[in-house]
């Protein structure tokens, strides 16, 4: 604010950069949503009409909206057990001649293991919207796919209020940022008015530089919560080290979440479903059990860095209290 430049400048260019290393990248551009990211990478992959793109249908609705708003045409796929994100083998069968490419969320902050679906053959673009900081293989999530997106919405690890990126090579970063912007250019082409302030920059490179402890305190509550619901009838996520940054912590329940929830919520502790409900309940579809049986299960509870030690235990007590 005292050096009296708003738009994007000198901050968003640092932004991006420190955004490329942690997703281990040669480029990063910083764009004004995550649901935007997701756009301007299928448009860099050259993906539109008549093309199909595979997406999970246990996810939030910003997969399905990005596909169709370059012309593309979603096809769901089932969830994963063990990762709460797209199964590998429903996505083998749902490939086709007209699949171009392939969105892959590290799902609620658990790095996916990406080699499955490099193994299909057509470009996986890695959504790092929960799990930026997650690392598989020694690698951060991110740096796997021919592109990956970030969000930095309000309730992410990182947040600029409203905003998002695109990482990746620094060829197809450099056509993100062609079409991020229309302002003074030679042609006419279709372009967008999809740039970040060098404000909402400042906010992300504030909370990038304690990025690292935010993540240690994540996991600790984890570990917390691990330690008190362990005999409860639920199952809590696993330990799996630097794979997991617990953007939310997610059980599954016994039970109907909906009933547990409102006796949460009775006792002062806010939970909610992990993903409202999933794609293809909205538009009719069949075929997909272990997503309907995640919704039917799955429960997200309190898990960010300013989370006491105290309110974990008031709320691993409020749920102990609400599944007896």
């Not at 197809?172 to 920059?201: G, I, M, T």
Request: aromatic share 6%; net charge positive.
């Amino acid at each position: 604010m005292r050096r009296g430049w708003v738009g994007p400048g000198p901050e968003v260019a640092a932004f991006e950069r420190e955004v490329a290393e942690r997703c281990g990248t040669a480029a990063a551009a910083a764009v004004s949503s995550g649901t935007t990211a997701l756009e301007l990478a299928l448009r860099v992959l050259d993906v539109g009409a008549g093309h199909e793109v595979i997406v999970p249908s246990y996810v939030c609705d910003a997969l399905h909206h990005a596909v169709r708003r370059v012309g593309a045409t979603p096809v769901l796929a089932d969830a994963d057990p063990a990762t709460l994100s797209l199964s590998a083998k429903d996505a083998r069968v749902r490939l086709t001649p007209r699949t171009r490419c392939l969105i892959l969320p590290h799902a609620f902050g658990l790095a996916a293991d990406v080699e499955p679906f490099l193994a299909l053959g057509v470009p996986v673009v890695e959504d790092c919207a929960q799990a930026l900081g997650a690392r598989l293989a020694g690698r951060p999530v991110g740096s796997f796919g021919a592109l990956a997106v970030c969000s930095f919405y309000a309730t992410k690890l990182v947040t600029t209020g409203e905003g998002g990126a695109v990482a990746g090579p620094e060829a197809l970063v450099a056509r993100v940022r062609d079409l991020r912007d229309y302002d003074e250019r030679e042609d006419l082409a279709p372009r967008f008015n999809a740039k970040l302030s060098d404000l909402a920059a400042a906010l992300g490179r504030s909370q990038l530089a304690r990025f690292d402890g935010f993540l240690a305190r994540r996991r600790a509550i984890a570990a917390r919560y691990r330690a008190r619901l362990g005999s409860l009838p639920c199952v809590t996520p696993s330990d799996v080290g630097p794979r997991h940054v617990y953007h939310r912590f997610v059980l599954e329940l016994e039970r109907a979440p909906e009933t547990v929830q409102a006796a949460l919520a009775a006792r002062g502790v806010a939970a909610r479903r992990p993903v409202f409900r999933p794609a293809h309940r909205a538009l009719g579809l069949d075929g997909f059990p272990e997503a309907d049986r995640l919704w039917r299960r799955a429960l997200s509870i309190p898990c960010y860095p300013s989370l006491a030690d105290a309110e974990v235990d008031a709320v691993a007590a409020a749920l102990r209290e609400a599944l007896a």
